[in-house]
């Protein structure tokens, strides 16, 4: 890890970068992917990740880094095809992510600030067939306001729909 140092040489400051720093990070990570019966698919995630700067300038040492991103994330998709009858290839898909809050300014000088925590849904109907594929899909289903960023503060998309039409050739 790079870390900032300021040195004095001839009675002059200079900012320089040191690659010499370290930062520590313990965690894990779970994944599910599950077809219990046919037709039915759920695809499961989760991942911690505790970080933190162990060899750094002081204003960040012992701190977590801005690049760690959040400590936990969940991620969760459920979908149903029918696979027989007059409907086969209908469909239907539920999930979502959530994400622990996110640190995005963490120092001595400026403080912390941190991004709040955000659970996301979305949903998906669709209809399969072998030449075609039609599907609508609803994204942020709750119309939540949320925001990402790693060091900068993105807002996301609002409730948004998606039709699309696929030609198979």
Do not use: C
Not at 7 to 36: C, H, M, W
Not at 51 to 58: D, G, L, V, Y
Not at 145 to 152: F, H, R, S
């Amino acid at each position: 890890m790079t870390r900032s140092e300021s040195i004095t040489r001839d009675g002059t400051n200079y900012n320089i970068t040191v690659q010499d720093g370290t930062q520590l990070s313990k965690g894990f990570e779970l994944s599910l992917n599950a077809n219990p019966i046919q037709g039915l698919n759920f695809v499961a995630g989760y991942s911690h990740n505790n970080s933190k700067m162990t060899k750094s300038a002081p204003s960040v040492e012992g701190r977590r880094p801005v690049a760690a991103g959040p400590e936990d994330m969940v991620n969760a998709w459920l979908s149903y095809t029918l696979t027989t009858g007059k409907l086969e290839g209908l469909g239907f898909g539920f999930g979502g992510n959530y994400n622990s809050e996110n640190v995005i300014t963490n120092t001595v000088a400026t403080g912390t600030f941190t991004l709040p925590a955000y659970t996301v849904l979305n949903a998906t109907a669709f209809y399969n067939k072998n030449r075609y594929r039609l599907g609508l899909k609803v994204d942020n289903l709750s119309n939540k306001d949320y925001y990402k960023g790693w060091t900068t503060v993105e807002a996301q998309m609002p409730r948004s729909l998606t039709a699309n039409v696929t030609f198979k050739f």
